[in-house]
């Protein structure tokens, strides 16, 4: 007894002693975050790219001109600006082309409907499918009307918005599970919270074995109407035209540029977003938001003259929205060769931003591990109350970086408020206009201190 009390007080001066040998990193890193984020909170160069790359080079759908020439840009910009190791990393990309397309219903009225064929889909006959409409909610509901009444029909999914993840499982199969039933052609409600009269595109799926048919969205109006005039009694005929088809694989690349690490230049720290888009608006939010975020992030870092400890190194990946290509292929090629300690991505769009998402694979949220990760984050984040970015959430990361995910990388994903983005997602109302330039302004003051510390500190999240 009397020896434990003896002995009380040293190991709190032992324990006292080791807090003090490590300091916060919000202790560490508050000079240099300051620095950062005042020169991220008046930047006029992130801003200037962004509106280049929407305004004048508009949506960049794989395969498309416009996506080649975004990359040729970014790629020689990189390379003015003074980044290292700029490079063109070449992948092969799906080249889905979507032509001229138009449906109109036929009866009980006259009227053209607004729609947007999805991506991958299969076009028509120059005539056109032209169909009686039935409606169904959900896949159990289709299922249960049969076969017997699917047939020869085309089938609308209206389901009710609830999240992204849940209703966008009808724009993804809808085709095949009708198609499997003898439908004709397949249309959707918009994947949208909500509308003015505007469609929504977006990826669809085809299964080996299942008959291929012509998938396109409608706006969430026409689909609500068509409902109440099939529910009043009516039939309804729909045209449905589209000359959508799928090329051979086309040329495409993954951009990159860094500034290597000045004591461990094979371990880097990873940002950026998908440099392609849908073929419609301008792929504001969804990504160009995230590229420019990303690479201006680098470049505020490269201003100020900071030159972290590992490569820290901004990347525009290549399609994102119908194959991932750019991902896997950053993973398989450049990832294989380098240690990643960390990988960033913003693919959320550019609302006010709240935090920052994170996952390590294999460690649930409470092991000791993504605790500790968890702690390092929170300190980080501290470093950005000011702009309120105050969250790290177990949970998430980014499409283009997943495969690094598997790997074993700790992954991290930049949220926001998302009030209105899937409002714009996917539509032609995906234009710069939508973005706040302060909130934008934001989201590369995050990036830019998030990675710096990441690349910098001592030791990594896996520690």
């Not at 089938?155 to 993840?165: A, F, H, K, R, S």
């Amino acid at each position: 007894m009397r020896r434990t009390v003896q002995l009380l007080p040293a190991v709190l001066i032992l324990a006292a002693l080791g807090s003090a040998q490590r300091r916060g990193l919000d202790v560490e890193y508050r000079d240099t975050a300051g620095r950062l984020l005042g020169a991220a909170l008046v930047d006029e160069g992130g801003w200037k790219k962004l509106s280049h790359i929407t305004t004048q080079i508009g949506p960049r759908l794989s395969g498309s001109p416009q996506l080649e020439r975004a990359l040729q840009w970014i790629f020689e910009s990189m390379n003015a600006e003074g980044l290292e190791n700029v490079r063109l990393q070449p992948v092969k990309v799906p080249h889905w082309v979507r032509g001229s397309e138009s449906a109109r219903m036929l009866a009980p009225i006259d009227k053209a409907l607004n729609m947007l064929g999805l991506g991958g889909s299969v076009g028509t006959t120059p005539q056109g499918v032209t169909a009686p409409v039935i409606v169904v909610r959900t896949f159990d509901e289709l299922e249960a009307v049969g076969r017997a009444k699917v047939e020869g029909k085309i089938v609308l999914y209206d389901d009710v918005w609830t999240d992204y993840g849940g209703t966008s499982l009808y724009r993804g199969s809808g085709a095949e599970r009708a198609a499997r039933l003898g439908a004709v052609a397949a249309l959707v409600r918009s994947t949208a919270g909500a509308s003015l009269y505007t469609a929504h595109t977006g990826s669809q799926r085809d299964s080996d074995g299942a008959p291929k048919i012509p998938a396109a969205a409608i706006t969430v109006e026409d689909a609500a109407w068509i409902r109440r005039l099939l529910e009043s009694g009516q039939a309804v005929t729909v045209c449905l035209k589209m000359e959508a088809q799928t090329l051979p694989d086309a040329d495409s690349a993954n951009v990159m540029g860094e500034i290597v690490g000045r004591e461990l230049p094979n371990e880097v720290v990873v940002l950026g977003g998908h440099i392609d888009s849908w073929d419609v608006g301008q792929g504001a939010h969804d990504d160009a938001s995230g590229v420019i975020s990303a690479w201006q992030a680098l470049s505020l870092v490269k201003r100020l003259g900071l030159k972290p400890r590992r490569t820290l190194r901004a990347v525009g990946w290549t399609n994102e929205e119908n194959g991932v290509r750019g991902g896997t292929a950053y993973r398989n090629e450049i990832a294989a060769q380098q240690k990643h300690v960390a990988a960033i991505e913003m693919d959320d769009g550019a609302e006010r931003p709240l935090g920052f998402d994170f996952s390590l694979r294999d460690a649930g949220p409470e092991s000791p591990q993504s605790l500790s990760a968890q702690r390092k984050l929170e300190e980080i984040v501290r470093l950005l109350d000011a702009i309120g970015v105050t969250r790290i959430v177990p949970g998430g990361g980014g499409t283009d970086i997943a495969p690094l995910k598997q790997d074993g990388t700790p992954t991290l994903g930049l949220f926001n408020l998302r009030e209105h983005y899937f409002d714009w997602h996917h539509s032609d109302a995906d234009t710069l206009d939508k973005i706040d330039p302060q909130y934008f302004r934001r989201c590369i003051a995050a990036l830019a201190i998030m990675s710096y510390v990441l690349a910098d500190m001592p030791g990594t999240l896996a520690d």
